[in-house]
């Protein structure tokens, strides 16, 4: 059975500072993706990893895939309040569409 | 382009009643998927159609139904409500773009409350 675990659950940082969000999951699998839920919100899609060394940025959010460890990082640099939100990763593990999410992050940005 | 949409976007249920929620795909999006989220968790795979078959499915009873429409519009039913089936109900909707499989795009939920 696909175990995907996030830490920290739980994360408050201060404006301006950089922090690392690590997912880690059991099994190979196809494709990892980054969402993010703000509160009482849906799912919003932030990346998409496809292949082992993939990374991809988009303003102060950095997501890497290392396939071998079965780790993937969501680096946050010079964290802003609007950063504040949940973040889940979820893995695809046959490239088939059923995602398995992970616990969350509950991200805090302290200004 | 309206996106997932979803309706309800909030139910009030009592324990043993019946709940159908729906959801309509992105345009061009053939494959939808429903999610359950509990409170303070991450989503949970329902169940996945495709060309009006239930594809897959995940760890949920028989108490949880569906139905995917010629339009690839869905609905999702839960029969003999629980009070632990209070949660918020995500559709998602993926599709082919040319020949690489779109990332699923996640509607606005609906929240169901069983008492």
């Known amino acids: 059975e696909l175990k995907v675990e996030q830490n920290p659950l739980f994360l408050s940082m201060q404006e301006g500072k950089n922090y690392t969000i690590y997912c880690n999951y059991s099994t190979t699998s196809d494709r990892l993706y980054w969402y993010r839920q703000d509160p009482g919100k849906s799912l919003e899609s932030l990346f998409v990893?496809?292949?082992?060394?993939a990374v991809k940025q988009e303003g102060r959010l950095m997501a890497s895939l290392d396939t071998k460890a079965r780790l993937s990082t969501l680096h946050i640099t010079a964290a802003v309040h609007d950063l504040s939100a949940t973040y889940f990763c979820?893995?695809?593990?046959?490239?088939?569409?059923?995602?398995?999410f992970g616990t969350g992050t509950r991200l805090t940005i302290i200004p | 382009d309206a996106g997932v949409t979803q309706s309800p976007t909030h139910l009030i249920k009592t324990r043993g009643q019946q709940v159908t929620l729906r959801c309509s795909p992105k345009s061009g999006h053939d494959t939808v998927s429903w999610y359950q989220q509990a409170l303070g968790q991450g989503p949970q795979f329902i169940f996945q159609?495709?060309?009006?078959?239930?594809?897959q499915r995940g760890n949920f009873p028989d108490r949880f139904s569906g139905h995917q429409f010629p339009n690839y519009s869905s609905e999702l039913n839960v029969n003999a409500l629980l009070l632990g089936d209070s949660a918020l109900y995500l559709c998602a909707s993926s599709g082919l773009q040319g020949e690489i499989q779109e990332t699923q795009y996640f509607g606005p939920g609906t929240r169901l409350l069983v008492l």
């Open positions: 990893l496809l292949s082992n060394g």
């Open positions: 159609y495709y060309e009006e078959e239930e594809r």
């Open positions: 979820a893995v695809d593990r046959s490239g088939n569409e059923k995602l398995t």
